[in-house]
């Protein structure tokens, strides 16, 4: 069974533009939550989809978004990016949503973002 | 929401040796579980032991559970130069719908 897939593995952008990120899923995983890894605030949970509706957010602002497809598969998109964006993005998927079951999120290899 | 706090942050030891990593948490929890990062790629899910479970095992991993004093540890048998990697606890919480991780702890096995 293929593991989660996220593209593109490395992404240079500029401040103020626009970036959108891919996951896709273990097949039959329907949830898929995002994390944002940094040096300094380490791993942190974005958000998380389940059934192309998002279940709840972390503490980021609006620049932040993401949706999920009928096939499972999300994309996450960071709008104006900022040099603080410069991060490893996850991604994670899951049979059921978080805190629903006792189950193990699976990641993927994650998105290096580096903003100049 | 509360973050774990994984103990000790960093930890050099040789081939053969044990590591121990500990893990504090502040909240109620479902479950916790560990996961391994190798530098650069995802997260590797390691152990699952849930709220009701007190110690757990899968091949050389030894994972406990103490909710009274809301802390957990990862104890790594016969260490191998190929475990060199960081070590994450991440907690469910009863009542949030997200995983919180600690900051991990920086495991070097040196041959």
């Known amino acids: 069974k293929a593991g989660v897939t996220q593209t593109p593995r490395y992404l240079i952008k500029t401040r103020g533009q626009q970036v959108t990120l891919s996951c896709s899923p273990i097949s039959g995983h329907r949830s898929v939550s995002w994390y944002q890894q940094t040096p300094g605030q380490g791993l942190q949970f974005l958000f998380e989809?389940?059934?192309?509706?998002?279940?709840n957010k972390g503490n980021f602002p609006g620049r932040f978004s993401g949706r999920q497809f009928s096939n499972s598969r999300s994309e996450m998109n960071v709008s104006t990016l900022e040099l603080g964006d410069s991060a490893l993005y996850l991604c994670?998927?899951?049979?059921?949503?978080?805190?629903?079951?006792?189950?193990?999120?699976?990641f993927g290899d994650g998105t290096r973002l580096s903003i100049l | 929401s509360q973050q774990g706090e994984e103990d000790p942050q960093a930890l050099s030891i040789q081939e053969g040796e044990n590591a121990t990593m500990n893990c504090s948490y502040k909240?109620?929890?479902?479950?916790l579980q560990w996961y391994r990062q190798n530098s650069g790629r995802g997260l590797v899910h390691l152990i699952l032991i849930r709220s009701n479970e007190r110690e757990k095992h899968s091949g050389r991993l030894r994972v406990t559970l103490d909710t009274s004093k809301k802390s957990s540890s990862l104890l790594i048998t016969a260490s191998r130069a190929a475990d060199t990697a960081s070590y994450f606890c991440?907690?469910?919480?009863?009542?949030?719908?997200?995983?919180?991780f600690g900051k991990g702890t920086m495991l070097l096995v040196s041959p």
């Open positions: 994670a998927s899951s049979l059921e949503p978080l805190g629903q079951s006792n189950q193990p999120q699976h």
């Open positions: 991440a907690t469910d919480e009863a009542g949030y719908s997200t995983l919180t």
């Open positions: 909240t109620s929890i479902n479950n």
């Open positions: 989809y389940f059934s192309e509706t998002q279940r």
